[in-house]
């Protein structure tokens, strides 16, 4: 039952997994099935006699497979790195609907982004270099008469 205690206490554990755990280890401490079942957890030992320990880990629900497949991840990365265009999600979700034929919303996108080890930044106005000084002194020249109403 060592073993049990230690399963019980471990960090790994989720506490779902905890309370199978407790529930297996009042029965084996004495306590009866309508004690247990008071806890909430008379299903406990069935699950432990069909499978042991084993069976009372909880098990991962798979959800539905991404529609966003390896490749078109792929392709989306290269986009981004070509650095082109500027991209949000609703052109990435345009972007992706005409080149693949594959509907996604916004906020399924951006899960899938995140999924996927991404994230979203702002972007940045950049000076590419200094204004030639004649070019300036004709923007205010012009600012100027635009200021006046001619």
């Known amino acids: 039952m060592t073993v049990l205690r230690r399963l019980m206490w471990a960090s790994t554990s989720l506490p779902c997994e905890r309370k199978r755990y407790l529930a297996?280890?009042?029965a084996h401490q004495g306590l009866s099935a309508l004690q247990i079942e008071d806890l909430g957890l008379l299903s406990v030992s069935r699950l432990y006699q069909q499978g042991g320990l084993d069976a009372l880990k909880e098990r991962v629900q798979p959800g539905q497979q991404s529609r966003l497949t390896p490749g078109i991840l792929a392709d989306i990365r290269a986009q981004l790195?070509?650095?082109e265009r500027?991209?949000?999600?609703?052109t990435l979700a345009?972007?992706?609907?005409q080149k693949y034929d594959v509907t996604i919303g916004r906020t399924a996108l951006r899960d899938q982004w995140r999924a996927a080890g991404m994230s979203w930044q702002r972007t940045r106005y950049v000076v590419?270099?200094?204004v030639d000084p004649e070019q300036k002194?004709?923007?205010?020249d012009d600012l100027e008469a635009v200021k006046k109403g001619r």
Request: aromatic share 18%.
């Open 24 to 26: 297996l280890w009042h």
């Open 81 to 83: 790195a070509s650095g």
């Open 86 to 90: 500027t991209w949000n999600s609703r």
């Open 94 to 97: 345009e972007y992706i609907a």
């Open 128 to 130: 590419a270099g200094q």
């Open 137 to 140: 002194a004709a923007f205010r």
